[in-house]
């Protein structure tokens, strides 16, 4: 290359023009190179940008309008994306970029690219991303997570130490204090993109703005609006509404279960839940409605159908409410005196509950036919698939749901020293961490990785807190006998995991000579459920619709015999307590329309 | 980078014992001075640490504390280390110093402070209208000041935007949510 | 008839429809017994293919076995190896007809390899058996699919 003397000093030369007014202009118009963090006309990652509509809310000019790209996208757009994206009035905008401090997925931008002047004014209404796709190339005013004027992280949940935990069936988690809970509730955005995929679709960010304001006993009521276990859903649930929320893309989601629980804990017993809730009670209109089963499902149908003037009658089988919320999930995470409280309230709006009334024992289904305008069955899963291996049966194997029920019953139930549990899901969990509390060492056996355990990963994190062993990709193969029919240890193989072509989750192939031996004193099958139907007269059973063991009903939990609804972990795939409020929220309207339509 | 940051700190903190002064996050120097000595301390500052150049003055509404802060923000282009002088002054009431004797170009920022947030400076008295035309209002940077508000007074909406769909309705039409007449005061508006 | 009686491809086939018969009659009764409607609705859907089975095998349509399971991966998940043996008689729940079936089809399974085995100096009784047998593997690896997708959903 050749040397240049000219082009080392060209720069300098510039130098002395600085400062002077230039007399020409070039031509052709050449536009001048801006300053690194410029703020010119904004760029949209489409793809990214989830449709929020909070740099639309911010925009103190309200030159951002949230819009359909093409007709028809937000009706299709996926949960999780309301399927708007950002337009801009550049006639009004005034490149703040409170826009782009504010975008929680971080989709949006400035760039160095400005219109100087146009003649045409609709150059001035523009939508990023789609009227500059190239814009990513020429990105100026960028966000940033680590300063910003969102708050990224989630304030911390104080818990037992897991030492201390194990002592006791003490609730672990502890709650929030007030000045907690309005802190994260004020990280909340408000873009209701999380109601969406809650099966109820509960009203989040109204009752997150309540407690952001220090207005509790109306985030109580706009939790009740459609949720009558909401404490219940604030402690246990599934949270799929954590999963969406916008803030988890760069930081941690909106501690939407936690700020319900700080909210209906508020309300200390029935009689304060009543006068808060104060809901409003039709005078009776004479029609009957049979409710077999006291599970959620059940409990959310019987409860807006008492507040509509239905006089309701629950059938449960056993000697307290609940279901599995009662007798599955153990008392750490769900204490008593918080479910009683929330049946109690329930019952001081007009829910009547015969308890130890099985249908099928103590009244038959057809009785409850013929006395009721409508019938809802919500008696879920409760019978447990065995393990299904020789030497199931020997003493001391035993059902990780028939444990817990006796535990929750108060039962004695001898375990011994050395327990291993066998499955995957949250019930696995919940028998292993009540197994830790009775004194046993604990041994989780399951056949696939932990990233493959259906489990919620705090509990997988709580359970190894509290010193549970999980030992994954290992397949059971037999339980080992001592001799005189007791449990003396169990043997397991080792597993590969295979992915599987078609898409479906990695299968385990064991590897044939790897084999082991734990000894144990008991063994603690936590495989699954599925229900137990045989109370239903072999007519009805042959006209309702079964599908892989779940009852087909229509949108409203409507079964093909049009005075029987179902709902709840018999017909739902989700199988959680709030998919279970979801079924019973919807068969309230099913069954009012059935018997108002007849 | 750091080690001259840190000499020139510590060198600050004795020359100026009246003044704390911290290192900032992304480099640069942060010095906080009373009313009463900030001329002096800048003045020093421009004579015997090369602060030859203001770049800037700006203003913080810190609404809740009931007080504005000026930031002087300085270049030394030697060190090339960037320096910020920090000042708190009641918000009611309270007015600055000008510092236009020192550098003419303060002219400009104390101006554009005085119309924007309506803080005068002492020594500044009466300065012309820099930005805003015959305003009558609340200075508009002031944090009280209902941007919103009056931005739906002063321009009517542009053709075209018609179309503008909102995200809560949107998402409750779409999973049938009915929102109650009790959570209606919070939506997001 | 007894296998050592198999001469000819035609009797070897004749043996195949007995087997799968067999097969659907103890679907039949299982659909019967089960008070289970999930478990009532699997053994009619294994009924149907086993009907499917005899009729390929009366209309000597092997062809469309081979084709059907040269594709698809057979998976070693050995579920079937460990479950407990089933009697018709008990079979109540879901489970332990998934349990009989996983069971049942493993067996023909090794019932065939065996025949193909013997038969071995024979290439059309041979290649007949083998694709029976490779059938009924992939019948095996199909239950075992559902066993690990219902069954061991947690697990
Ligand atoms: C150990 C365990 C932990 C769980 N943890 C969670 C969790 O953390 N979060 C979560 O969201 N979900 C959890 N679940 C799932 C959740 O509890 C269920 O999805 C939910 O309770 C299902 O409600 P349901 O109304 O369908 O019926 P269920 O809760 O199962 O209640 C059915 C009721 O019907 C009664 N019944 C049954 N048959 C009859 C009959 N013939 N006559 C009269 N009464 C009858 C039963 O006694 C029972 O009370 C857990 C489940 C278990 C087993
Ligand atoms: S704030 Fe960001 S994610 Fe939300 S709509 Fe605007 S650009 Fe999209
Ligand atoms: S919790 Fe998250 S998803 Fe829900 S409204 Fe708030 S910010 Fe949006």
Redesign the interface.
Known sequence: MEFSLKGMLNPLLALQQAGKRPHTIQFPFEEKKVAERYRGLHFNDLEACIGCGTCSTICQNEAIDMVEINPGDSENAKPGDSGLRPRVDNGRCCWCALCVEVCPSGSLSLTTHYNYVSEDANSFLWTPGVSNPDGHKELSFVSDTSHSLLDYARVPMRELEGKERIKSFAEVVLGYADEEAKKEAARCIGCSICTEVCPVHMHIPEYISAIEHGNNEDAIRIIYDNNPIGETCGKVCTRRCEEVCPLGARGEAIAIRWLKRYATEKAENAEIIREIVNPDIKPPNGKKVGIIGAGPSGLTVAYYLALRGFDVTIYEAKAKAGGMIMYGIPKYRLPLDSLDKQVEYMQSVGVKIHFNTKVGEQISFTEIEKNHDAVFIGIGYE?P??I???G?NLENSIQAVNFLRDINADKHVDIGNRVAV????N??IDAARVSRRLGAEVTIL??RREEDM?ADWEEIEGAKHEGVIIKTQA????VVDDGSGRVKGIRYGNARM?TD?KG?RP????I?GDEHILELYTIIG???Q?AD??FIPEDI?EK?G?????IVTNEWQQTSVPHIFAGGDIVNRTADAISAVADGYKAVKGIEQFIFAK | MSDRIQDLQKSLSEGLPQCSVEIRRHGGVELISSKENLVGVLAYLREHFGYRHLSHISCVDWLEQNQFELVYILWNYESRIQLFVKVRLARVNGSGISVRHLWPQADTYEREIAEMYGLPFDGNENPRELILEDWDNKPPMRRDFDTRAYSKEAFYDRPGREDAKDVRSVISGRSGEEIPEIAIPYTRK | MNTDNIQSLEQAIQFAIERETEAEQMYQKLIRLA????A??LFQELRDMEAQHRQNLQTLDVTGFKEKHNQE?V????IA????DKKIDDVR???EGL?LAARREQMAYQYYSLLAEIYRDNPGLFEFFSVMAREERSHQNDME?VY????????
């Open positions: 019978v698939y065995t299904g291996i020789d199931e066998i499955g995957g899901g019930v696995a399951y056949r259906p397949i059971p193969l037999n295979v072509e479906g299968r385990p192939e064991l044939e936590a495989i699954g599925e139907y045989s059973k309702i079964f599908k892989s063991g779940r | 008070e289970d409607p999930k009532k609705e991966r998976y070693n998940m050995h190896d460990y479950l407990i729940t879901y489970q349990m699919k690990d997708e219902t069954v061991f959903l947690y697990n």
